[in-house]
């Protein structure tokens, strides 16, 4: 059974620095790629962020240059680097894989940037 479990959300003021991670298991982690996503209240739900198996990164534009996704396969476990972090970044936010077909979630965690 695939598992994705997300961590490392919290309250922080504008300028600071948070790193999530996200676990995953019943995988075979090294061949996956992941995304992160993350939703507002009131809005959809956007990606932030993917990391290929080889490797590949690729960002949405508003986090370009402030956050970094990368992946340990050792660990099974992806993460989000997010510095100079703004209010318009207070998300849920999730980590994302597909399966076989199947895409698969955790449950999410929460982040607040107080301006």
């Known amino acids: 059974q695939v598992q994705l479990v997300e961590s490392g959300g919290d309250l922080v003021q504008a300028g600071g620095s948070l790193r999530l991670s996200c676990a995953a298991s019943g995988i075979i982690f090294s061949i996956s790629a992941v995304g992160w996503y993350r939703q507002a209240p009131g809005k959809q739900r956007e990606l932030v962020a993917t990391v290929a198996s080889g490797g590949r990164l690729n960002y949405v534009d508003s986090v370009k240059g402030r956050f970094t996704i990368s992946r340990d396969n050792a660990k099974n476990t992806v993460y989000l680097q997010m510095n100079s972090l703004k209010p318009e970044d207070t998300a849920v936010y999730y980590c994302?894989?597909?399966?076989?077909?199947?895409?698969?979630w955790g449950q999410g965690t929460q982040v607040t940037v107080s301006s």
């Open positions: 994302n894989t597909v399966e076989r077909g199947v895409s698969y």
